[in-house]
């Protein structure tokens, strides 16, 4: 099969050993590489049960057969493992460059296993694997190590994954770092590599993606930049990127605020994109393969934080800490992010748990003295985090223990673990069922369905009929991370498109019933691992707090609600009633 090198990348990081191993052609076509493909590993090589951070868990890298070519917004990779935040499926994705450094290294996946015993840096090319010592590296921040590494390498056009002090320290929340600002942030992959000792990954090779009409695709890329270049979404990415969505979610009420309870920011205007491009004058910048530019580059030219260089702050990095931790002030946020940012955090989460730290002072819960708004206080906690000292211990551990130790289960938001994105469910009954029953827990992006509810594709309040028209953009999206194309391209590659690219790729034809089969087989698949590692059907629910307290307007999710959402959805998957899918 085309568009894949039919091989994966077997590291044993403890005993310093590698082996490559081929890979046959009905895996690739049944799984379409990335997602699909690493789902496939997980379930054959980690032990049901196993401690996330134990020698025995499996970190994998992988690609698709869209990965270094001219395809439009296929310069990403992806990380799996089990996750230490939920103990579930971990999935996370990053983009900036290095998916074609990683490519050329010559393998659709990359699987690493085991445990040094000192810290190490791995360096793998297409001709071998090597471990570099990284004693000297260990205690710096992302920025550092990744200089330090690439610079050690010497190989033009390398590439390197990093991880900071939060993922030394294994923070259940650690980000794996790449292109300085770009993070593939969520489920605690940065731990997981943490807990093997490795500070840095470097790729680099020659190897040239054997792809099936290499011609082709280039004359697809052609066609796709001259007609969508100017399309209104890539104009609105290009120009204000993620944080657009500051305004549109205050103005449906749907912007997460003081912890989750108002759906508002009063004062959203001094953190919007506007002033993110008008005041600070951010500019686009892209991944590679890529005519949006959705990242925001900006350097703060006065205040306390003059000079601070940063891609960002994204919206979700703005919800998270002016939204739940109140703070109005744009370059501020723009502070905390690049202290996440360093010490290798993630921001959804983070925000999340600062958020949450506020709420347990201002109710006597904990002794510190915390409260919103408070910039300096916050920025101390993370740091306390990232080295877990104090209260920071306790946060790095994740909400659910958190909320547990202090007696806070009714207040705390997330679900299986993983705090939700800034949609609330309240505004948008769709996004919650796609926190409820996203593999890796309170999720946006396995389904991205607050399009289809802020577009106007289906009433925001509607229940009927709205795990249906879920399903079909969960099963789109599932091949986008099977072929690990950009979300922010779902406008441009409808299911037509899907198998242009993959035609152009893999030299197969796959028509829409084709490819909705494949993607109910990794989402089964994804959920048979979740199933073995103790999920019930119990574990599809939001928590409390969005099901029992209003908006400030009155609307809510209410119980039945989601349950009718949820059993819909399990029907049409083919699941039972307990959301068990059928063997495969």
């Not at 970190?59 to 089990?82: E, N, V």
């Not at 490795?198 to 020659?206: E, L, Q, T």
């Not at 991370?481 to 299911?495: A, E, M, S, T, V």
């Amino acid at each position: 099969m085309q568009g894949f090198f039919g091989r994966y990348l077997m590291v044993n990081v403890g005993a310093r050993r590698w082996e490559v191993v081929p890979l046959d052609r009905e895996r690739l076509r049944r799984t379409l590489g990335g997602k699909g493909l690493a789902t496939q590993l997980l379930l054959e090589k980690n032990p049901a049960g196993v401690d996330p951070l134990s020698a025995g868990n499996h970190l994998i890298f992988a690609l698709g057969p869209a990965s270094d070519t001219a395809i439009y917004g296929s310069c990403r990779h992806g990380i799996f493992s089990k996750s230490p935040l939920t103990g579930l499926y971990g999935e996370s994705y990053s983009g900036g460059s290095v998916a074609i450094p990683m490519s050329r290294a010559g393998f659709d996946a990359i699987v690493i296993t085991g445990a040094s015993s000192t810290p190490v840096w791995l360096e793998i090319s297409d001709s071998r694997v090597q471990f570099h010592d990284a004693a000297d590296l260990w205690g710096k921040d992302t920025f550092q190590a990744e200089d330090a590494v690439l610079e050690r390498c010497g190989v033009d056009g390398a590439g390197a994954v990093v991880i900071g002090p939060a993922g030394e320290n294994l923070v259940r929340y650690a980000v794996v770092e790449n292109d300085y600002w770009r993070s593939a942030g969520r489920c605690g992959m940065g731990a997981v590599l943490g807990s093997k000792k490795i500070k840095a990954v470097v790729f680099h090779g020659s190897s040239a993606r054997p792809v099936a009409d290499e011609e082709g695709i280039k004359a697809y890329a052609r066609r796709t930049v001259k007609e969508l270049k100017d399309h209104k979404a890539a104009q609105a990415y290009r120009t204000h990127g993620t944080p657009m969505m500051v305004a549109l979610l205050n103005t449906v009420g749907g912007f997460p605020t003081r912890y989750w309870a108002k759906g508002t920011l009063a004062s959203w205007k001094k953190i919007s994109a506007e002033i993110l491009v008008d005041r600070f004058g951010a500019r686009p910048k892209s991944c590679r393969t890529c005519f949006m530019g959705c990242g925001k580059f900006m350097e703060i030219q006065e205040g306390r934080h003059k000079g601070l260089k940063i891609e960002g702050p994204e919206y979700e990095t703005i919800y998270a800490f002016g939204g739940l931790c109140e703070i109005d002030v744009l370059d501020e946020i723009a502070h905390l992010n690049d202290l996440c940012d360093r010490l290798g955090l993630d921001t959804i989460t983070a925000g999340n748990m600062a958020a949450f730290a506020i709420e347990a002072s201002l109710r006597g819960k904990i002794q510190e003295r915390l409260d919103y708004g408070d910039v300096d206080g916050i920025a101390e906690l993370l740091v306390n985090i990232s080295e877990r000292k104090g209260l920071g211990d306790l946060l790095a551990e994740g909400i659910r223990p958190a909320a547990a130790t202090l007696g806070l289960e009714d207040l705390a938001v997330h679900v299986k673990g993983l705090e939700p994105a800034g949609y609330d469910p309240r505004a948008l009954k769709g996004m919650g069922l796609a926190y409820a029953v996203s593999d890796r827990g309170a999720c946006h992006l396995r389904a991205t369905f607050y399009k289809a509810e802020l577009a106007g594709l289906i009433d925001p309040q509607q229940i009927e009929g709205k795990a249906q028209l879920f399903l079909d953009f969960e099963d789109r999206c599932t091949l986008f991370d099977c072929l690990i194309l950009c979300r922010f391209y779902r406008d441009f590659y409808p299911w037509e498109e899907l198998s242009k690219i993959i035609a152009l790729t893999t030299g197969e034809a796959f028509a829409k019933e084709d490819l909705q089969r494949i993607a109910s087989f990794v989402v089964d698949s994804t959920r048979r691992f979740n199933l073995r590692e103790g999920l019930t059907a119990a574990d599809d629910r939001l928590p409390r707090r969005l099901l029992n307290e209003p908006l400030e307007d009155g609307r809510c999710l209410t119980e039945e609600e989601m349950h009718q959402m949820v059993q819909d959805y399990y029907r049409l998957r083919g699941w039972n009633p307990q959301g068990v899918p059928p063997e495969a």
